[in-house]
């Protein structure tokens, strides 16, 4: 199975400062069809998750622009240019690439 | 609107089985691959199933190996439903349960989940 890595797994921010989580794979995820299925998801308190970000660097609709996504082969970044206070909440990355499809173990994003 | 809507969770013995069901509305549910993804409790997420739509060639299922020859997938397009068999159960699959529709496309759904625990 395909290992995801986050880092930190805990990520103290001040508000209006920028913060960054790294995912990192065991193996690369650029599928045969050339697309790399790196997604990222953010999970507020008491919600279900709801992506943020879809193959590697795509924001989904109503996704603040302060969000964005970069990286590839085995390395990929989550970077909120601006933290809010409506951020808070836990961070997950995840590959579809190959099966199974596989998450990271959560980032906390909490406000200092 | 778009909506989810998981049901069928509730308390069940060590060994005993239970039947998860996802109702679709607002989408064309059938051109949608499908997702069981849980969540025990203080965890992170955990993929669980999938199954391919309508469209496919060939129908697909995948499962994780945690609960391979326990759970099926299965779905019904006439009744924009997908569910989730679970037999054999067991502490570790206490979780919520939501269902998702495919990550690899433009969209995505998710619902609000149902919450399954295996206690005696």
């Known amino acids: 199975d395909v290992v995801m890595t986050q880092s930190p797994l805990s990520l103290p921010v001040t508000l209006g400062q920028p913060a960054s989580i790294s995912c990192r794979s065991s193996q690369s995820l650029v599928h045969s069809d050339g697309n790399t299925y790196l997604h990222w998801f953010q999970q507020r308190p008491g919600q279900p998750p709801r992506r943020l970000i879809y193959?590697?660097?795509n924001r989904d609709s109503g996704v603040p622009d302060r969000f964005s996504g970069s990286g590839s082969g085995t390395d990929f970044t989550l970077k909120i240019s601006r933290v809010e206070a409506e951020d808070l909440g836990v961070y997950y990355c995840m590959q579809g690439t190959q099966w199974p499809q596989t998450f990271g173990q959560g980032t906390k994003l909490e406000i200092k | 609107e778009v909506q989810l809507v998981e049901s069928g969770g509730g308390l069940v013995q060590p060994g005993g089985s239970l039947r998860l069901s996802c109702a679709a509305s607002?989408?064309?549910?059938?051109?949608?691959?499908m997702n069981w993804v849980r969540q025990a409790p203080g965890r992170g997420l955990e993929w669980v199933a999938f199954?391919?739509?309508?469209?496919?060639?060939?129908?697909?299922?995948y499962y994780a190996e945690s609960v391979k020859g326990r759970f099926t997938i299965s779905r019904d397009n006439a009744k924009n439903s997908l569910y989730l068999q679970m037999n054999s159960l067991r502490a570790d699959d206490t979780a919520v349960y939501y269902c998702?529709?495919?990550?690899?496309?433009?969209?995505?759904?998710w619902g609000q989940g149902t919450l399954v625990t295996v206690s005696s």
């Open positions: 193959k590697v660097s």
């Open positions: 607002g989408f064309t549910f059938s051109t949608y691959n």
């Open positions: 199954i391919t739509s309508a469209a496919a060639t060939v129908s697909t299922v």
């Open positions: 998702a529709t495919t990550f690899r496309s433009s969209s995505n759904f």
